[in-house]
């Protein structure tokens, strides 16, 4: 049996890789991949707490199927923002689109 | 019959207008609008003498003000007087315009001159016309605007802008009198009407008016002392001398006389003024004619002295034998005058002492220039004997011996000066170099048509046409009037006599004589000559005085008022650069202050704000750390 601690390292290493890809990535796309890895990483969590519970009624579990909805949905809202600017810029890079800069 | 004489002035004033707003485009055709203008008015004046001769009088046009208990009616007056002045004005007038567009020729003023002498015409036309004492003044004033304009038509010349000004400010002095007059009789008679004045009473207050108006007419017809503009004036075109001399301006003043003769004759004190100042007048200023050498300022004085005569005739109370020698000397006057200009025009010089044998090339002006001389010298039976005459007689029957023995002495000197002219500057040789020529046909016929009256506008007051002048001007008067052949044959004498001696000293003695007299009365020519020194006293009692008075004004106004003028500003100036500096350092450094206080800050802060998304996301999610571990340390 694998022990909870093993699945909430894997869900904070996650997170932790995720924020850092949030922070570091230029490319929009790898920003959202990154925030993907986030909401995935909280899933774990959701999931880790449901089945390691005293009382497991498997609501976590439904809770990380909602979120796997929402994120796709959020996915799709970010990829059509991404492509609008690509159309408007000519580039996906973070840094380049300044538009709004003082 | 139809009233029409309210229009007799109008058209000079429309041609005035044309001139003045089209003179550059109409250029020569503004003679012809001057002069029909004044034809029509000779048409209209002729018109209205019928008229009254068929028994119209005096009407009103319309009311104009109502002030002080007094209701102003613009009316006309048709009278006698007014008549044969509107008859006279308009044909010397219109003749005088027509020998203008010869003497006028070539300059560059030309349809300015003309719309000056419409002018001229049309306010001593209202002048004649006007029923009432206001709008006498305002016309009377119109005809010393254009004195003044034409006297300095030529402001180039100094002298004339000068003589200009003299006329205007000598005629302003009798014109206040005038006004002041005017008044009195507003606030104490209630009138302004000429046919009221027969009925104002008696009293020193009206004589004082009477006297006060007096003072408009000496002032206008250049009675002592306030002739000294008329010689002056003599620096204008000869074609404005000649209407101002027989004409207009100084005509004005003889007739303000005539017009208020009920005023003046009933009060004895101011009759008997006019009476002596003309006298003193005439003697005085045909004495100055005596020795005066400019032909222009001889034929000035003689009508100073001929004015002084028209006076005393007035002022002794011969009514109609001085509006009769008024009339006489207006045509003989203006035919002298023209004929000096003619002779000027011809050969550029006022100077007599330079002329001489001007007769033989110029017959015509010649002539008429004779003939106008017999006239003022009272030869019979030229205009002027009959006219002269008649004002000695009137003299001597009302008695004024003193007065008497002025008029005949003046007119002795008068024959003596005007044939001095005659044979100085007409025959003889020619005493320098001048190239005499006869006039155009323009200025001639004028001529030519004026020595016709000359010779014969006597004879309507003559006893030969039962003293028919007499009769129309001043009915009652002339039924006592029987011919002075004593007079006469006196008159008549010391203008020969005088003829006689202007004969012997010019003639004969080929100017030797004159330098004897002149040494022989040495003090006294030089007093004579130089016009018995009253432009001098004038200038030292009244010029200079007010001239140092201006001084005095100008220069307290210099260092007084501007000097306080100048200090406020100053002081403003000062006052203004303490707010300026405290505007600059204080309240703008606070300003500065603030804003770069902002700037330091923004300095800092704008770094905060890279545009980079992320940036803010890390400083947000470090900002969650730290108030995570902020709540852990404290909360627990």
């Given at each position: 049996m694998i022990p909870e601690s093993h699945f909430l390292i894997l869900g904070a290493a996650l997170f932790s890789i995720g924020v850092f890809g949030v922070f570091t990535r230029r490319n929009a796309i790898g920003i959202l991949m990154s925030i993907e890895l986030i909401l995935n990483a909280a899933n774990i969590n959701l999931i880790t707490f449901s089945k390691f519970s005293?009382?497991?009624?498997g609501l976590g579990q439904i809770f990380a199927l909602f979120v796997i909805a929402i994120a796709a949905a959020s996915a799709v809202v970010g990829l059509c923002l991404v492509i609008s600017i690509y159309r408007n810029s000519k580039t996906i890079l973070v840094n380049k689109i300044n538009l709004m800069k003082w | 019959m139809v009233n029409l004489a309210h229009l007799i002035p109008v058209f000079p004033f429309a041609a005035f207008v044309v001139n003045i707003l089209f003179g550059r485009k109409v250029k020569k055709f503004s003679a012809i609008v001057s002069i029909s203008a004044s034809v029509i008015s000779f048409c209209l004046s002729v018109y209205t003498l019928v008229c009254f001769l068929k028994g119209q009088g005096a009407y009103s046009l319309f009311n104009w003000l109502i002030f002080g208990g007094i209701s102003l009616n613009i009316g006309v007056i048709v009278d006698p007087l007014t008549c044969m002045m509107l008859v006279v004005v308009t044909i010397i007038g219109t003749l005088i315009q027509i020998y203008s567009i010869g003497y006028m020729k070539g300059d560059a003023r030309f349809s300015r001159f003309f719309a000056y002498m419409s002018l001229f015409m049309g306010s001593m036309l209202g002048l004649l016309l006007a029923d009432n004492f206001v709008m006498l003044y305002i016309f009377w004033e119109g005809v010393g605007l254009c004195s003044y304009l034409l006297i300095s038509f030529w402001f180039e010349k100094p002298s004339a802008a000068k003589a200009g000004m003299k006329a205007f400010i000598t005629t302003r002095i009798g014109d206040t009198g005038l006004l002041i007059g005017i008044f009195i009789l507003i606030f104490s008679a209630h009138t302004v009407y000429f046919s009221e004045l027969g009925n104002l009473g008696t009293g020193p207050l009206f004589t004082a008016a009477a006297l006060l108006i007096f003072c408009g007419a000496v002032g206008k017809s250049a009675?002592?002392?306030?002739?000294?503009w008329l010689p002056d004036a003599m620096e204008g075109p000869t074609p404005v001398s000649a209407l101002i001399h027989a004409a207009t301006m100084v005509a004005a003043g003889v007739y303000l006389v005539a017009r208020c003769f009920v005023l003046f004759s009933a009060h004895g004190a101011a009759l008997i003024t006019v009476a002596y100042v003309g006298g003193i007048t005439a003697f005085f200023a045909a004495t100055i004619a005596v020795v005066n050498n400019d032909i222009k300022r001889i034929l000035a004085y003689s009508t100073i002295s001929q004015l002084g005569f028209m006076m005393m005739g007035l002022g002794v109370g011969g009514y109609s034998a001085g509006v009769f020698h008024l009339m006489t000397h207006a045509f003989f006057k203006a035919l002298l005058f023209l004929c000096a200009g003619s002779v000027i025009h011809s050969i550029g010089t006022q100077d007599i002492q330079k002329m001489g044998g001007v007769f033989r090339k110029m017959k015509i002006t010649g002539l008429s220039f004779v003939i106008a001389s017999l006239a003022i010298s009272g030869i019979p039976p030229f205009a002027g004997f009959w006219s002269k005459d008649e004002i000695l007689s009137e003299i001597l029957k009302n008695g004024h011996p003193f007065l008497f023995v002025l008029a005949t002495v003046t007119s002795l000197l008068t024959a003596f000066y005007m044939f001095r002219l005659v044979f100085l500057v007409?025959?003889?040789?020619?005493?320098?170099e001048i190239h005499p020529h006869e006039s155009p046909n323009v200025m001639t016929i004028p001529l030519g048509i004026l020595a016709v009256f000359a010779i014969f506008i006597g004879l309507v007051g003559s006893p030969f046409m039962n003293n028919a002048f007499q009769n129309f001007i001043y009915p009652h008067e002339a039924e006592i009037m029987k011919p002075d052949y004593a007079v006469m044959g006196l008159s008549t004498l010391l203008a020969m006599l005088g003829i006689a001696v202007a004969y012997l000293l010019y003639m004969l003695n080929k100017n030797l004589l004159p330098q004897r007299v002149r040494q022989y009365f040495g003090p006294l020519y030089n007093l004579v000559y130089n016009k018995y020194y009253i432009d001098e006293i004038y200038d030292f009692l009244f010029i200079r005085p007010t001239m140092r008075l201006a001084k005095l004004a100008f220069k307290f106004d210099l260092g007084v008022i501007d000097g306080t003028v100048n200090g406020v500003a100053r002081l403003t100036v000062i006052l203004s650069k303490i707010a300026a500096w405290i505007d600059r350092y204080i309240v703008d450094g606070a300003v500065n202050m603030t804003a770069k206080i902002v700037g330091i800050f923004s300095l800092v802060l704008r770094r905060m704000q890279t545009g980079y998304i992320q940036t803010y996301l890390l400083i947000a999610f470090f900002g969650l750390v730290i108030i995570i571990f902020v709540k852990l340390i404290i909360g627990g």
């Open positions: 005293a009382s497991p009624d | 009675q002592f002392p306030l002739h000294v007409l025959f003889g040789k020619s005493r320098s």
